[in-house]
């Protein structure tokens, strides 16, 4: 029998040979190591052959060779400690151990002839696993042993667990915080950026109350800032949107000629406002009906238009509309905007279509938690995620210092000519159709019944759904815009009810609400609606609505 030892080799034959070192096969070497300290030879080779098939043994023959032992090589996986010993006896031997934190988490186990009740006692209090008195079974001590050590190594894995979901914890609460920075940076844009338009709505109307001088000039510079908080909500709206996965897409019919005229005039003004030039030349190619997602084709068209007019300082802005190809029973238009601005470089080209996730994980990996100098950042963003949805691309080419030109194609079906007139001023037939507004607030009321009134109709207002079915019972109506968020009853409520009503069961019903989420016309048309106009109100779109039910 062959028993490594740091001290010696006890080789079955009562004698204790010093120092000798034996190579043990790898079978032997890595098993568990249990460190026995007894200065009893008998007992040495008593728990020598109880353990030999299982374990690896050191043996030290005193407290203070056992220290050295531990001191100078790995930590063994169980200590067997007698307690009578010369010099350093057991207890002191496990006192010492337990305070040293590379050595406190040892298992020991105490083997001794000393049974008393106090003895174990201390034993216990000293830190020790267990406490086995002489004579004991061997088939009792090797379960123990085995019991022990499997705690012990239950305990290990148990902490370094810990320690690891500890660490990723603590790495996740870093990231967290960075990310609630980002966030916290990313509001902050958000804030700065809704109240520069409102301060310019405010401004302007300040200075119409003080003077009418510049009358014109202040009424433009406020339908200009009203232009762009509607864009800066819309992009946040569209944003929120596309990041939780909810958007939807509505595709109807609309004129092509007429959104693009539309988004020109409106970037032109932005142009002349900055002293640029602004090129568009209008191609006969879009004087078509299509079908299509108007509302979001228009707002990513809007984002390269919005991009160009913010970096171009000097030069031009050129916005071009063209029919490509033909496709799967589709048309392919193509949409471009190039302009002489700061230029992109070849890095940031690939940066500039991120959605925030991105944005956040490029700053998180850089260590920075800025965002971007200009604006919110998330247009281009937009106008990605959006032409992809709608099964279209988008692409850049810049040179930095010299300019960019972004280009959108989309496939947009071909719908019939409709049979109805698009101008729609020559099918006023307004005179003597009354009109209900069903909205609870005041300033919503007068705007809305003013257009109305300047259009020739007739106008009766309702504070909520109630009192809208209320009138209705009593007075006949040509047709009803319905707000959808009201107290007593909403809109959605009101026309299920009007639905009921026989005399107007069939009334045209238009959704004049500030729900501009993609799904918000889904849900109208879903309680009974006929139709769907988001706030703010264009009066040419109100026009319109009604002359499509009406005329």
């Known amino acids: 029998m062959d028993v490594h030892s740091a001290s010696g080799l006890y080789c079955g034959f009562g004698r204790l040979i010093p120092n000798l070192l034996i190579l043990m096969p790898d079978s032997v070497a890595s098993r568990l190591v249990i460190l026995l300290v007894d200065d009893d030879p008998s007992s040495i080779q008593f728990l020598a052959d109880a353990l030999k098939n299982d374990y690896q043994l050191k043996i030290a023959r005193s407290g203070e060779r056992a220290l050295e032992i531990i001191a100078e090589n790995a930590l063994p996986d169980l200590i067997l400690l007698d307690v009578l010993m010369p010099g350093i006896g057991g207890y002191e031997t496990c006192r010492q151990l ?3 934190k590379r050595t406190q988490n040892i298992p020991v186990i105490f083997i001794t002839g000393k049974n008393s009740t106090e003895d174990e006692e201390l034993g216990f209090s000293l830190g020790a696993v267990d406490y086995i008195t002489k004579p004991y079974s061997t088939k009792i001590l090797t379960r123990r042993i085995k019991t022990h050590i499997e705690l012990k ?16 914890l603590n790495n996740s609460l870093k990231n967290l915080a960075r990310r609630n920075k980002v966030k916290q940076d990313f509001l902050n844009t958000i804030s700065h950026e809704l109240r520069t338009p409102i301060n310019g709505i405010q401004g302007c109307l300040q200075l119409l109350e003080y003077s009418r001088d510049n009358f014109f000039e202040n009424i433009e ?10 864009l800066i909500v819309e992009n946040i709206l569209v944003f929120s949107e596309l990041q939780s996965e909810a958007l939807c897409l509505n595709r109807g019919r609309f004129n092509l000629a007429t959104l693009v005229n539309e988004l020109a005039r409106e970037y032109a003004k932005r142009a002349m406002v900055k002293g640029l030039q602004f090129y568009y030349q209008h191609n006969p190619d879009t004087e078509v009906q299509v079908t299509g997602d108007q509302y979001h084709i228009r707002l990513a068209i809007a984002a390269l238009l919005n991009n160009a007019c913010k970096f171009t300082s000097i030069g031009n802005i050129d916005f071009d509309v063209s029919r490509v190809r033909t496709a799967d029973n589709e048309t392919i238009f193509r949409f471009e905007v190039a302009d002489t601005g700061i230029g992109i470089s070849p890095i940031h080209q690939k940066r500039i279509f991120r959605t925030l996730n991105e944005i956040e994980e490029d700053q998180l990996a850089e260590g920075s938690t800025h965002m971007p100098s200009q604006g919110m950042g998330i247009g281009l963003a937009v106008a990605s995620t959006l032409t992809e949805l709608m099964g279209g691309t988008i692409d850049v080419t810049s040179q930095f210092g010299q300019g960019s030109r972004f280009s959108i194609e989309l496939p947009l079906s071909l719908a019939a000519v409709s049979k109805q007139v698009t101008d729609v001023s020559e099918l006023n037939k307004a005179q003597g159709q009354r009109i209900l507004i069903v909205e609870d607030n005041p300033v919503n009321q007068m705007i809305a019944g003013r257009f109305l009134e300047k259009l020739g109709y007739q106008v009766a207002t309702a504070g909520n759904g109630q009192e809208a079915i209320e009138i209705l019972k009593n007075k006949p109506f040509s047709a009803v815009l319905m707000d959808c968020q009201m107290p007593v009853m909403d809109g959605f409520q009101a026309t299920k009810k009007i639905r009921q009503l026989n005399s107007a069961m069939n009334i045209p019903i238009i959704a004049l609400t500030a729900n501009a989420m993609s799904d918000g016309k889904q849900q109208c048309l879903a309680a009974g609606m006929n139709d769907y106009i988001a706030k703010p109100v264009k009066p040419g779109e109100l026009e319109y609505c009604l002359q499509k039910w009406l005329g």
Request: aromatic share 0%.
């Open 98 to 100: 337990k305070r040293n």
């Open 153 to 168: 190594q239950h305990r290990d894995q148990l902490e370094q667990l810990v320690a690891q979901r500890t660490k990723a």
């Open 221 to 230: 510079a406020a339908q200009q800032s009203t232009a762009d908080l509607l």
